[in-house]
């Protein structure tokens, strides 16, 4: 089987890799079928996605959909409905937790709930023998105009069992020499443990039935991390920087500690990666260094106890967060802090405090977004009555956004309801924009 992934551009002034679509890409190749990708702008993606289908020839277009995104990839679908021998699937975090609001979409055939790495193998090999699938789990299927729900399936507990990431599609030359520093992306870990009511991962954990009794946090060894780079590295020589975009890096000392070696005898590039404040100890800290880490990226989220705490869920203390940026500081280790505004309950005397926290950090530069109420979250479910979903001006798109943010921010002009943010209406939406753009101006100078 021939398939076209679809992927939207998010960023401004470079190209980017997708971990999900890579690794998909890779079980397909060793399953036997072909794959190929069409990057597409914003702006003009129905031209785009003919050119591709044109030049193609795919049986099956993968759609991985984001909420940014559904509106577009929902003109997509509609305009490729005409094209009657294309079966149609949509993947990714929001069909996953979110695949009931997607069944009006007229021509999907298929939504992938959850990880589809052998689900989605699976249905390429029906639909290529011509069996029928429409009991696979993981998946939901539009059967004569009626969708039918299965179970969501299992996690693959073993993740080092992969190959790994497919880089050729996205022409990774094009995406590394787009990079300023030369990037390239790596994961070293699947989900997460915790339950910050703010975040998607919760709600996909929940929905998988064998993680009653196992960890829906899973970890590759050091060794199969460090293999997958130096493969990298060996076909792509002028990659000159390692990003992990792992949640945290730091979920374990030990294997911390073997992966720091490791790194540093056969890889030595500079790379950074993101923590959780309360797993960089003083020892985990020197273990970056040691390795040839030069920047980390922590969430502060709110400088107030009782949203990060009672209505983010967060369970850390601001004498943790000021430490853990102490600890990195004084190693010249660069630090990123991560921060929200405009959460449920939050006052602008609350916001503040997210300022004045920031000031005791001390970090090298900070993000900030005007808090995003995400369908599926446990905040979602508890405050949805006060989402409004916001469309900004010209003036105060980056703002709401973070000017330091990479994603694709959207003229004014062209900006449609689907691509609008949606934002809690505790504080004038007006109002968020300009603390923001406070912020963002005070700590990265």
């Not at 975040?199 to 064998?210: D, S």
């Not at 800290?285 to 983010?312: F, H, P, Q, S």
């Not at 500081?329 to 449920?344: A, F, R, V, W, Y």
Request: hydrophobic letters at 40%; glycine letters at 6%; charged letters at 25%.
């Amino acid at each position: 089987m021939k398939i076209l992934f679809v992927y939207f551009e998010m960023e401004r002034y470079s190209l980017t890799f997708h971990q999900g679509i890579g690794m998909l890409s890779a079980c397909l190749k060793a399953g036997g079928h072909s794959t190929s990708l069409v990057r597409l702008s914003l702006y003009e993606p129905l031209g785009g996605i003919e050119l591709a289908v044109l030049n193609e020839t795919p049986d099956i277009i993968a759609i991985s959909m984001t909420i940014r995104t559904v509106g577009i990839a929902k003109s997509i679908v509609e305009f490729l409905s005409n094209h009657k021998n294309l079966f149609i699937a949509v993947g990714g975090v929001y069909p996953t937790i979110a695949f009931e609001s997607l069944f009006d979409i007229q021509g999907i055939n298929a939504i992938c709930i959850g990880e589809g790495e052998h689900s989605f193998v699976e249905l390429c090999n029906r639909l290529e023998s011509g069996i029928d699938y429409s009991s696979i789990y993981g998946f939901c299927f539009n059967i004569d105009g009626h969708w039918k729900v299965n179970p969501p399936g299992s996690v693959i507990e073993d993740i080092n069992s992969l190959p790994f990431a497919d880089r050729d599609i996205f022409d990774f030359d094009g995406v590394i020499n787009s990079s300023r520093k030369r990037k390239a992306t790596f994961m070293a870990t699947r989900g997460c443990d915790h339950d910050c009511t703010y975040c998607a991962n919760h709600a996909i954990k929940n929905a998988y039935t064998n993680c009653r009794n196992m960890s829906y946090f899973r970890s590759r060894t050091p060794e199969n991390v460090i293999l997958e780079i130096n493969e990298v590295l060996s076909r792509y020589p002028a990659v000159g920087f390692v990003t992990f975009q792992d949640d945290t890096l730091l979920f374990n000392s030990n294997w911390l500690d073997n992966f720091a070696m490791l790194y540093q005898e056969h890889i030595g590039l500079p790379f950074c990666c993101n923590a959780r404040v309360d797993e960089v100890t003083a020892e985990n800290a020197t273990r970056l260094k040691n390795a040839g880490c030069v920047e980390v990226r922590m969430g502060v989220e709110a400088g107030n106890d009782y949203i990060r705490n009672e209505i983010l869920k967060k369970h850390v203390s601001k004498e943790q967060i000021i430490e853990s940026f102490q600890l990195l500081n004084e190693l010249d280790i660069k630090t990123l802090s991560l921060n929200m505004m405009g959460m449920p309950n939050e006052t602008e005397e609350m916001i503040l405090e997210t300022f004045e926290l920031n000031r005791k950090c001390r970090p090298a530069a900070a993000r900030c977004t005007i808090f995003e109420a995400r369908i599926g979250t446990a905040v979602y479910e508890k405050y949805k009555e006060h989402i409004t979903h916001y469309i900004p001006n010209e003036t105060e798109n980056a703002a709401l956004l973070g000017k330091n943010d990479d994603r694709f921010i959207v003229e004014s002009d062209k900006i449609s309801h689907e691509l609008s943010i949606p934002i809690l209406n505790f504080l004038p939406s007006t109002r968020l924009a300009e603390l923001n753009e406070a912020f963002l101006k005070e700590f990265n100078r």
